[in-house]
């Protein structure tokens, strides 16, 4: 069984190729190969940093860190019975607020 781990950070944005740019200028962070409707960059030891196109989920601007979890289930009901889930379960992940009302997502370790 796997711990739970910060992955990925996505921003969503308007400006996709203009964010990534930024990232990539002002940080040095080195993009993947293109995708259709992202910018992926390579990690360092850490999570990806993504910048998403904006029409994707969720409708919440900003930042959306993603978890792995042993227990996708688990998590689910979890963040249900607080009444933190975000619609229902997606293919293989969910959507969930903090206390502060700030978007999670939430993925299945493979």
Do not use: C
Request: glycine share 10%.
């Amino acid at each position: 069984m796997r711990d739970t781990a910060l992955t990925n950070v996505f921003a969503y944005s308007e400006r996709r190729e203009e964010t990534a740019r930024f990232f990539q200028e002002v940080l040095g962070l080195a993009p993947e190969p293109p995708h259709e409707d992202s910018v992926w960059f390579k990690p360092a030891g850490g999570a990806t940093f993504t910048v998403h196109d904006r029409e994707d989920e969720p409708r919440e601007w900003g930042y959306v860190p993603w978890f792995h979890v042993s227990d996708l289930a688990a998590a689910f009901e979890r963040a249900r019975s607080r009444g933190a889930s975000i619609g229902g379960m997606r293919e293989g992940y969910f959507f969930a607020h903090d206390p502060d009302g700030r978007v999670l997502g939430v993925r299945q370790w493979r």
